[in-house]
């Protein structure tokens, strides 16, 4: 007897019938003797209904409001569930964030959790129930409800398996595992059957889309295992998140291609090459809390530099103007160049710990295609090229080639 802690996507719960389906997946799983919390998502396309909603009544919505009200979507799932269960004569009971407590941080809108109350579900546990809970929501120190960031069920999913010590966190969601790069791009992509945490943080922050990166995050500072499995098929055992390299031999170098067409880019052209010049750059932008991605400085000459670096491409304009009007003039740099038609391409892998000349074989085979690299960063699991965005898929397609991820078993 196990005890598992399974999440389901909004597409898994998207219509009553799927809520039917998940419900009877539950069922069998405790049927087998298996304790289970389930964590749902609002239905799909309902977060969306609902932020579309506040933002007729007011252009910025209010943080503490919005919450209020795009929690209830979960709130719909969770009832729902528990019903289909009681249909298939599971005795099973609904919380929501609040209910259970999950106590967050009062971040409305991206809040963090502080602290699961395990009280209520351990009892319900104990009596046999199968306990469903809201996803994507907490409660703040003063008893305001919160969301946990858009994609936010995984995180809750992770957290509870934390805090409730499960065997296993089962993420069930529309694709059947994490492949080495999305399908739609490279239909022969494989689906991996592990993966190692640290690779599955470069692949979500790279933009593979499948799990929030803070639930990664909160796995593996907590050692959860995770698991990402398909809700449409019976048979699979999906891939499973590890936490140390196994010492197989025939293990790929690389695990995946991951790609991000949400970028842009951004020179600050002659700037005068002194100590703190970085520091008078960023500053700003971190402070207007713009993340900043790969950032190059070049070499001096005549006692000037350029500086680029990439941001989010929903935040090209704001920290455009940021550069124009508070930066440049400051620093009295010669002009601030950018463009949001980029996209970035990341090879991921543990095994370049281990295996020289991955970057030169990447650089390389985009050479062969023709594709200029604009940018460059590197970190120890990872390489990522900055291209132009009407290259992206081709340079997909040719580094999966390249890599033989197309020859994993
Ligand atoms: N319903 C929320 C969203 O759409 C949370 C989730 O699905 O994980 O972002
Ligand atoms: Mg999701």
């Known amino acids: ?229 398909s809700s449409f098929e019976d048979e699979g055992e999906g891939t499973l998140i590890t936490y140390e390299e196994n010492g197989d031999m025939e293990q790929a170098v690389i695990s995946g291609i991951a790609f991000s067409r949400d970028e842009a880019k951004i020179t600050v052209l002659g700037v005068p090459d002194h100590p703190g010049i970085a520091y008078q750059i960023l500053g700003p932008v971190a402070d207007a809390n713009i993340d900043v991605d790969m950032i190059i400085q070049n070499v001096g000459f005549d006692g000037l530099t350029d500086f680029s670096f990439t941001v989010h491409r929903g935040e090209f304009a704001n920290t455009m103007n940021i550069l124009r009007e508070k930066i440049q003039p400051h620093i009295g740099a010669r002009d601030v160049v950018g463009g949001d038609r980029i996209a970035k391409v990341s090879v991921v892998g543990v095994g370049m710990r281990s295996h020289a000349g991955i970057a030169s074989k990447m650089f390389r085979v985009l050479a062969e295609e023709g594709i200029n690299i604009q940018m460059i960063g590197t970190s120890e699991i990872k390489v990522s090229v900055v291209v132009d965005e009407k290259y992206m898929e081709l340079a997909v397609r040719v580094l999966h080639k390249a890599f033989d991820l197309d020859q994993i078993l």
């Open 1 to 229: 007897m196990a005890f598992y802690v399974q999440k389901y996507g909004g597409t898994s719960v998207g219509s009553t019938e799927r809520i039917k389906n998940v419900a009877r997946r539950v069922a069998k799983f405790h049927a087998q003797g298996h304790q289970i919390v389930v964590v749902v998502s609002a239905m799909s396309g309902e977060t969306n209904r609902l932020i579309a909603l506040a933002k007729e009544v007011q252009t910025h919505p209010d943080p503490r409001e919005l919450d209020m009200m795009i929690s209830t979507g979960e709130q719909v799932s969770i009832a729902l569930l528990s019903m289909a269960l009681m249909e298939l004569n599971v005795k099973a009971k609904s919380y929501t964030g609040a209910q259970v407590k999950i106590l967050t941080d009062n971040s409305y809108t991206r809040a963090r959790i502080l602290d699961i109350d395990k009280n209520k579900i351990s009892i319900d546990l104990n009596a046999g129930y199968v306990v469903v809970v809201a996803g994507f929501q907490g409660i703040d120190g003063t008893d305001s409800i919160t969301t946990l960031g858009r994609g936010g069920s995984d995180t809750t999913g992770v957290a509870l398996a934390a805090a409730l010590r499960a065997d296993e966190c089962q993420i069930y969601t529309d694709v059947d595992g994490i492949y080495t790069t999305d399908p739609r791009v490279v239909p022969e992509a494989k689906r991996l059957r592990t993966i190692t945490f640290e690779e599955m943080l470069e692949m979500a922050s790279l933009g593979s889309k499948v799990l929030q990166l803070r639930s990664v995050e909160f796995a593996g500072k907590y050692k959860v295992k995770l698991r990402v499995l």
